[in-house]
Every structure is written in structure tokens, then in C-alpha cells.
């Protein structure tokens, strides 16, 4: 036999020192190449997160978040209270019934975790007893588990929690898309995209279809694109104290709804100041609340009108009338909805009373009417009156950009959706722009507006001038 090398003799006999040396040079160019390769995969991995961060992301940051994802569920679950039970929680004790928590609990499944640009998505399978609560209070400690920026919860489907796991805030970069609207295609495109083959021009002939009150005015955190669609949401209600993007968001969407077959209505009972640089565009603007009330009057009977109108076709909305009959849809723009309910004196109250039940009106009726309403202001409380809840009710499409109150973040998102009032609240004042909006298929979640400089709204504005469309009982503000 062999005389083994000492120490290893027992357990590896014919290990000899001769052997152990003649496998050195082996073992040493292994560890080299395994060095060597391992600093390339650092350097390609750090060249690819300058370069080619979407590269790096999949071949890299995914499978490492995944990796600890698996490995950090068991103890997030137990510390976040998410795990379920097979055994009875109450057991008896001698005379007495003693509930307690299970010493075996069981994991709610964490599947189907995939890559995506903005971070992954994943989905959780409840156990039966479970409810979906607990997960979206846990949101937080996942997002501190996993390193990522945020995590959003959304828990529509029965049985199962989805997770989108955002790895960055992309609405924070520097880079505003300002500059892709200054080149131009973009908004041409966004134009087109409800109409492939045709270009601004043609518009002003145009019938109305459901797609042109869709407005693409920014990016959402999750790498979608953040739209204002009104065929969804009917009306809306924005809200963002002063110097928070809310004439920005309202520039933006404007841009969008100006190339297209849509009349757009300004209510600017700041004097006007706000919505002045749409007026060649607006086919009716008011400066105040005595003309706001007008026109708002004046809307409200259009609205009667176009049920007459339903009513003799059998049509249920306006999009189920013909072509040749169906009225173009309104948009009304309201800039500061305090304005409008604001009481001095006796005077005051009539006026506001008039203007504010109109709009009311104007949001029960128009939805189907082609009639639809976003209402801007810094504030919205119960103090406005009664009527402002009402309003509230009809206004389903909710933005809030950062506001100083947490009354208005309450109105403004707690109704809906009360998991996104805290979001709301740590909206980073540094960044102008970000909101927390309704989202069709999530729920709610962040958003950015895009950003044109005055000029850049001033050569859409000029360029479309001329599709305002003139409505029943209406003065275009230049007229
Ligand atoms: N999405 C955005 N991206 C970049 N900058 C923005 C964005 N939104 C707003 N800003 C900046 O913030 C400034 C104020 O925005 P804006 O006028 O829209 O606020 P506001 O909420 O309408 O304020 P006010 O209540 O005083 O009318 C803008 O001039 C712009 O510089
Ligand atoms: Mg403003």
C-alpha cells in the first residue's frame, strides 16, 4: 500500500506529497483563471452599468435581486407578519381556550419573478385566510429587504398579490423630456397615434374619435407612459400647492388635446394668467367667476342639447351617434377651483353658488355628453362647502402633485386609495412635476409630467390655433 501524506493518510489514502505537488501547478492556474475571471465579470459588469445599464440589469442586477428575494422571504415574512397557518390557532388548555401564534407558520408563495426594464414583477399566492393588507403595510419592509427603491402592491386579483419592484426612481433623473418635445416628432406622433395616417392639418375636419381624448403627458415610474385618458376617467381633479407642476401637467396635456378634434374650454379665474398662453386655442375662456358662471351655464345647456340629441339616435353616448352628428367633446380646464368658492359677501355667494352648481352639473351629466371637467387647485378642503365633496364624488381621475396639507392629500387620493396617501406625502418637494396619479390597470402610482417651455406651448398653441372649434352659446377669447 501507498504510504499516505500525514494527516490526510485516513480519509484520502494515495494522497502523497509527490501528488499534492505535482497538482500545485494545476491548482494555481485555476485559481488565476477563476481571479481573472472573476475581475472581468466586475469590470464588464461595471462598464455595462455605465453603458449598457438595461444589459447590465439583466444579466446582472436581476438575477442578484432575485437571489436575494428568495433568500430574505422566509425571515420578511415572519418579521412583516405574512405567513399563514394549516393548524388551529386556538387550542385548549386544561378549562381555558388559548389563541397563539402558530410555531410552524407557512409562506405565502413568492412566484413568477421576472425581469422588466423598470426593476421586476413578481406575484404572491395567498393562503386561504389570508387578505392582501398585510402586503401592501408591507411594502416598505420589502423595498428595505431588497434594496430597491420601492415596491407597489396591487391586489385586484382574487387570491394573488403582485408586486412591481421598482429598483430606482426614474421620475428623479435630470434629464426632463423637455428635449424630445422641442424637436418636434414626438408631439407629431402623439398626434398621430390615435390617427396613423394623418398628419395636424387634416384635424380640423375631423370627426372626434374616443382615442383623441387620450393625452400622453409624461412617464410613469414603472417605464410606462403616463396618460390622461378621459374615455377611462371622465373627469379629473389635480391637486399641488403652488409651484408644484400643476399648469405644467395642464400645458402638457393641452398640447396633446390642441392637434386634435377636441374644444378646449379655460376657466381661469386667476385672472387669466394661467391658462392665457392656450387662449388662441380655447374656444371660450373665462377671467372670472361672473364669466366662469357664464360659461359654465352655457356648457350645461350644450350638455342638454346633445341629450336631445342621444335621445332622437337611440345612442347611449356620444360616440354612438353618427359620425355626421356626433358633437365634438369639450374639455373644461378649471385653474384654481378655490376661486369658484370662495365667499366675501353676500354678493359672492350667489355667483359662486352659480358657478359651482354648474360645474357640479357638468360633471353628473357630461361624462356621456363628451362633456368632461379637470379641476386644478392648491387646496381642496370641506371648508369650500358641502358641494365640494359632491364634486369630489364625480371627479374619479385623482392627481396629487406635492401638496403642504394633509387634508388636500386625504380628499385628493384617501377616498380611492388610502395606500397612496403616504406616497403622496414623501414627494420629494426638490423635483418639480412628480405626482401620484390614477392609474388604469394599477391602481395608483408616481408619475412625471414632461416639461415645455413657454415657446415650446406657444408654437403648438400657434400651430393648432386654428381647430378651436366654436361651440353653441360660446365666445372664443380673441373673438
Ligand atoms: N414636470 C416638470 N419637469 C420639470 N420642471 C417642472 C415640471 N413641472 C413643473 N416644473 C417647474 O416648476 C415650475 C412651476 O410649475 P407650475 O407653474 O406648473 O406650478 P403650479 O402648480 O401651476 O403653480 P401655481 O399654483 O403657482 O400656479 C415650472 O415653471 C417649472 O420650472
Ligand atoms: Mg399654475
Redesign the pocket.
Known amino acids: 500500500m501507498t504510504p499516505g501524506f500525514p494527516g490526510f493518510a485516513p480519509e484520502f489514502p494515495g494522497v502523497t506529497l509527490e501528488r499534492i505537488q505535482s497538482w500545485l501547478p494545476t491548482i494555481v492556474t485555476a485559481a488565476v483563471v477563476l481571479g481573472a475571471v472573476i475581475v472581468a465579470l466586475v469590470v464588464v459588469s461595471r462598464l455595462l452599468r455605465r453603458l449598457a445599464p438595461r444589459v447590465h440589469w439583466y444579466l446582472f442586477g436581476f438575477p442578484l435581486l432575485r437571489t436575494r428575494m428568495r433568500r430574505s422571504w422566509r425571515h420578511l415574512c415572519l418579521n412583516a407578519d405574512l405567513t399563514g397557518t394549516d393548524r388551529p390557532t386556538t387550542e385548549q388548555l386544561g378549562p381555558l381556550l388559548v389563541r397563539g401564534r402558530p410555531i410552524m407558520p407557512v409562506l405565502p408563495l413568492l412566484r413568477r419573478i421576472r425581469p422588466r426594464s423598470f426593476g421586476a414583477t413578481a406575484v404572491i399566492v395567498l393562503h386561504p385566510g389570508q387578505v392582501p393588507e398585510p402586503f401592501v403595510n408591507a411594502a416598505e419592509a420589502m423595498a428595505h429587504a431588497w434594496g430597491v427603491h420601492a415596491v407597489r402592491v396591487d391586489a385586484r386579483r382574487r387570491g394573488r398579490v403582485r408586486l412591481t419592484i421598482l429598483t430606482a426612481d426614474p421620475l428623479t433623473a435630470k434629464r426632463t423630456e423637455a428635449a424630445t418635445w422641442a424637436t418636434g416628432p414626438p408631439l407629431k406622433e402623439a398626434a398621430m397615434t390615435s390617427r396613423p395616417s394623418e398628419a395636424i392639418e387634416p384635424l380640423a375636419s375631423a370627426v372626434a374619435v374616443p382615442a383623441d381624448l387620450a393625452a400622453d403627458v409624461g412617464q410613469r415610474e414603472d417605464g410606462q407612459r403616463w396618460v390622461v385618458d378621459l374615455v377611462t376617467f371622465p373627469h379629473w381633479l389635480i391637486t399641488g400647492a403652488t409651484q408644484s407642476g ?2 405644467t401637467l395642464i400645458n402638457a396635456a393641452v398640447a396633446r388635446w390642441a392637434a386634435r378634434p377636441v374644444a378646449l374650454v379655460g376657466i381661469d379665474c386667476k385672472g387669466g394668467m ?1 391658462l392665457a398662453p392656450h387662449a388662441p386655442r380655447l374656444s371660450a375662456l373665462a377671467t372670472d367667476r361672473a364669466e366662469a358662471a357664464d360659461i359654465l351655464a352655457a356648457l350645461v345647456a350644450e350638455t342638454q342639447r346633445r341629450m336631445g340629441l342621444c335621445r332622437q339616435h337611440g345612442a347611449r353616448n356620444i360616440w354612438q351617434l353618427p359620425p355626421d352628428a356626433r358633437p365634438v367633446p369639450v374639455v373644461v380646464i378649471v ?1 384654481e377651483l378655490a376661486e369658484l368658492y370662495l365667499v366675501a359677501s353676500r354678493a359672492d355667494k350667489d355667483e359662486a353658488l352659480r358657478a359651482t352648481t354648474n360645474l357640479l352639473r357638468l360633471a353628473q351629466l357630461g361624462a356621456a355628453l363628451g362633456v368632461h371637467v379637470i379641476v386644478a387647485g392648491q387646496r381642496v378642503g370641506s371648508d369650500f362647502g358641502p358641494g365640494v365633496t359632491a364634486l369630489r364624488a364625480q371627479l374619479a381621475g385623482r392627481i396629487c402633485l406635492r401638496v403642504n396639507d394633509e387634508e388636500t392629500v386625504k380628499m385628493t387620493l384617501g377616498d380611492l386609495y388610502p395606500d397612496a396617501v403616504d406616497a403622496a406625502q414623501q414627494i420629494d418637494p426638490a423635483v418639480k412635476g412628480i405626482a401620484v396619479t390614477t392609474a388604469d390597470e394599477a391602481g395608483w402610482i408616481r408619475a412625471r409630467s414632461v416639461y415645455l417651455s413657454p415657446e415650446e406651448l406657444a408654437a403648438v398653441i400657434a400651430a393648432t390655433a386654428h381647430l378651436a372649434p366654436r361651440l353653441p352659446g360660446l365666445t372664443p377669447p380673441d373673438a
Open positions: 400643476k399648469s394661467e385653474d
